[in-house]
């Protein structure tokens, strides 16, 4: 049995986001249907629309940053009911049989097709995998800028009571994505931090990092947001600015760089301290090279680190309702998305972009 939906969808790589109905497979015994509130826009939604990555599968129906409210459940589903407000990140599935998915790191699933995502299908499509299939049966996945979504009941988050519910859409994907890397390379309070990007991934990194008790110098790009940065309680710092960056010298146990294009890291290395770590989470692409004299003579470390598994999404989302923590964000109707999207890319957007989820019931009662 299937049930109607609505999305917004990019046909090619070259066309806007416009309405598309399609058709999404009922909730079957371990599964539940989601009837969407709020959908983040993520610069990755952007990419994915745009096939920058050169693996979109078209059409695309963006949106990895999904809150609403259980509408219904399977017969076997234990863990949500109806009437709970939850949310979906950038996963809906994995294999659940390989290391990763043992150790509960969903997201470095090492199975034939990898994990599942919330949409463009998996990211190891058929062609790919090494067995030729695709253990999913779906080539494509369609997101939540979309009416609808049904989701395996333990890969649904609880979105707790205290976070507003729009500001909590961002924490499911930047939100996690910021939080993880810290967490594995244990930030704690008292280390010294560089943030490097002040987009939507750079403000949750540099709130999460001050929640720790961390110190946090945010490299960026313009005066105004190093004003920014300073109201919420960082240093700032041009990343044009060589005198700065030279009077930093073995400053950072930790800098995380949530720049989503490609971007030179050696200006910033010499800024680490010894055994000091950078990591990159916002460019997936080739990266220029760098001096490594920086790295060997200091013990120093170049990472990357993907997303956040299921356990972290949820223990950021109850760390960011204990701490009062949430991403500022401008709510905006989903007809309004190509324009967001022109923003986006541009770099020219202060807040992350929610989509509130009323506007498309609305262009669908009107229809």
């Given at each position: ?43 990755s939604d952007v990419h ?199 009077s930093l010298a073995r ?101 992350r972009y929610v989509i ?12």
């Open positions: 049995m299937t049930i109607k939906a609505l999305g917004y969808a990019a046909q090619h790589s070259f066309s806007r986001l416009k309405p598309m109905e399609f058709e999404r497979e009922e909730a079957g015994a371990h599964e539940v249907q989601i009837d969407v509130l709020y959908c983040g826009v993520c610069h994915q629309a745009e096939n920058d990555w050169a693996n979109t599968v078209y059409p695309c129906v963006p949106g990895h940053e999904v809150v609403g409210r259980v509408a219904a459940v399977g017969a076997g589903v234990t863990l949500h009911k109806v009437g709970d407000l939850v949310g979906v990140g950038c996963m809906i599935d994995s294999c659940r049989s390989c290391e990763p998915c043992h150790a509960h790191e969903e997201q470095y699933c090492e199975g034939p097709n990898s994990w599942l995502a919330t949409y463009n299908g998996p990211m190891v499509p058929a062609a790919k995998a090494p067995d030729g299939r695709n253990m999913y049966g779906r080539d494509n996945t369609y997101g939540g800028y979309s009416n609808v979504v049904v989701v395996k009941e333990d890969f649904v988050l609880k979105i707790p009571a205290s976070l507003p519910i729009e500001a909590a859409a961002p924490i499911l994907c930047a939100g996690v994505t910021t939080f993880s890397p810290m967490k594995h390379w244990g930030v704690k309070a008292g280390d010294k931090i560089g943030v490097l990007g002040f987009g939507g991934l750079g403000e949750m990194a540099l709130k999460i990092a001050r929640a720790l008790g961390a110190e946090v110098t945010m490299f960026t790009t313009t005066e105004e947001k190093i004003a920014e940065a300073t109201k919420l309680g960082a240093k700032g710092v041009l990343e044009s600015d060589t005198e700065a960056l030279k400053t950072f146990d930790f800098i995380l760089s949530t720049v989503p294009e490609k971007h030179k890291a050696d200006p910033f290395i010499p800024t680490l301290k010894r055994n000091g770590t950078f990591v990159a989470v916002g460019e997936l692409g080739p990266m220029p090279g760098y001096n490594n004299q920086e790295v060997i003579m200091h013990r120093r470390s170049l990472a990357g680190s993907l997303i956040g598994s299921i356990a972290e999404t949820q223990e950021i989302l109850d760390f960011c309702a204990k701490h009062q923590i949430a991403p500022d964000v401008e709510v905006i109707p989903i007809q309004d998305i190509n324009k967001a999207y022109k923003k986006v890319k541009s770099g020219d957007v202060r807040f509130d989820m009323a506007s498309l019931k609305q262009e669908m009662a009107e229809a």
